[in-house]
């Protein structure tokens, strides 16, 4: 789903839920900025996130009750990141190595669309010009 096939109420609620994520965009950025060699990272969803993943993909309405919302970040340049969304286990760590959270990252992001996305933001901002 995009969001023009959202109504003006769903459309207000994603903005509001957008507001009420940027703390954890914020925390994002400060991780890449203190562990600057970094380029990929794993942490929980944030409940913010999960709520736009419900709005925006019906699949995520019904998570397991067994089951906790993670993302992979990537950073592509300093302030530009894609995300991607997975679900595991609550306990699943996420003090993971650069290359297990970069393996897990294309792992949840081998769509075409994705791969796609994700060139057109390298080409845009230049990867590795960190």
Do not use: C
């Not at 959202?6 to 609620?13: G, N, P, T």
């Not at 309405?61 to 679900?87: C, N, S, T, Y």
């Amino acid at each position: 789903m995009n969001t023009l096939s959202l109504s003006k109420a769903e459309q207000r609620q994603l903005k509001r839920l957008t507001a009420d994520n940027e703390s954890t965009i914020e925390a994002d950025r400060r991780f890449f900025e203190r562990f600057f060699w970094r380029s990929d990272r794993i942490r929980r969803a944030s409940q913010a996130e999960l709520a736009m993943n419900v709005l925006l993909d019906t699949k995520w309405e019904h998570l397991p009750d067994d089951a906790a919302a993670f993302v992979a970040v990537k950073q592509i340049a300093p302030g530009v990141r894609m995300r991607v969304f997975m679900w595991g286990a609550p306990g699943n760590d996420t003090d993971v190595s650069e290359d297990k959270a970069r393996e897990l990252y294309e792992r949840f992001s081998a769509s075409p669309e994705a791969k796609r996305a994700e060139r057109q933001m390298e080409e845009a901002f230049g990867r590795g010009r960190q």
